[in-house]
C-alpha cells in the first residue's frame, strides 16, 4: 500500500501531507458509519457518501488554470 500511496503523492494525486495511516483513519471513519445506529436507515448511502467525503479530502484539488 504505501508505495502505490507514495507514488499517487508524486504523481499529484494525494495531497503531500497525507500519511498511508490516514488509509486506516478512514477506515475507522466508515465502520463507525456501519456501526451507527443511522446505518440501518441509511444503509449503503451512508458509507458511500462517507467514503466519497474522505477520498474526497485525500485527494490534491484540481489545479486552477
Do not use: N
Not at 2 to 16: D, M, T, V, W
Not at 17 to 33: F, G, S, T
Not at 37 to 52: D, N, T
Amino acid at each position: 500500500v504505501i508505495p502505490s500511496f507514495r507514488r499517487a503523492q508524486a504523481a499529484g494525486r494525494l495531497r503531500p501531507d497525507a500519511e498511508p495511516a490516514d488509509i486506516a483513519r478512514i477506515v475507522e471513519m466508515v465502520e463507525a458509519v456501519v456501526t451507527s445506529q443511522f446505518a440501518p436507515v441509511e444503509g449503503a448511502a451512508a458509507v458511500r457518501k462517507v467514503i466519497s467525503l474522505a477520498l474526497d479530502g485525500l485527494c490534491s484539488p484540481a489545479p486552477v488554470p
